[in-house]
């Protein structure tokens, strides 16, 4: 399903990118009981980082590894201050898909960004790369945009599908529709892959909540 360019390896041999397919999902439209889950998860999350400082947070290990990436390309990694949000300030009550709030709850949680395919949207093979000067494509939220030189991306045969910093492509985007979704997490060197692994399966179990005939079709830790 996947290769790995050269130009990945030689940028990137400390880094790992951890990918999992699922098959069987169903993804209704928001429920009430959604409310209660983010509510838990509010107070989960303010219980465990309330007493660090802001300055605290940057330190925490993943949040540490995606830092020092963006600073590559003098970026600011963003997660924590979702993090912060959820922490110290009251978050909005958007209405929200059980899936996409499952994968968003372990992804603060964690301090970790997951980005979500329609696995039907992709055409194999897939290659973990390496963007060059002017690559552009339009990402989940109907905006284009243009990859930094240099970052990570992946690509099937039409195109650009992810990459770390703009995330899923809007035609391989989930929706009511999907039944088949393609995880992607992308990891700087520093972040562990027990780390990235514990996080995907994490997922699944909650999505098993919604789609309890969910099934792990593939997994993989992509690595030189």
């Known amino acids: 399903m996947f290769t790995i360019s050269e130009a990945w390896g030689k940028t990137y041999p400390k880094a790992k990118v951890a990918v999992m397919v699922m098959s069987n999902i169903i ?6 009981e959604n409310d209660k889950t983010r509510e838990d998860m509010q107070n989960l999350l303010r219980a465990r980082f309330s007493r660090l400082f802001r300055s605290d947070l940057v330190k925490l290990g993943p949040v540490k590894a995606y830092d020092a990436y963006y600073k590559r390309f003098n970026r600011i990694y963003d997660l924590h201050y ?5 922490v110290y300030q009251e978050r909005g009550k958007a209405k929200i898909s059980p899936f996409t709030e499952v994968v968003f709850t372990n992804d603060v949680q964690n301090m970790l960004i ?3 395919h329609d696995a039907d949207e992709i055409t194999d093979p897939l290659v973990l790369d390496v963007a060059g000067e002017g690559v552009r494509y339009t990402m989940d939220n109907g905006k284009e945009f243009e990859i930094p030189k240099g970052d990570m991306i992946i690509r099937d045969v039409q195109g650009t599908i992810s990459s770390l910093f703009g995330g899923a492509a809007f ?4 929706t009511s529709d999907t039944r ?3 995880l992607v997490l992308y990891g700087p060197p520093g972040l562990s892959e027990p780390t990235m692994y514990h996080h995907l399966f994490d997922i699944h179990a909650g999505l098993r909540r919604y789609s309890p005939a969910a099934e792990i079709n593939y997994f993989r830790i992509l690595k030189r």
């Open 82 to 86: 979702q993090l912060e949000t959820v």
């Open 171 to 174: 035609h391989t985007r989930v």
């Open 180 to 182: 088949r979704v393609m």
């Open 27 to 32: 993804n209704p439209a928001h429920r009430p």
């Open 114 to 116: 997951t980005y979500c």
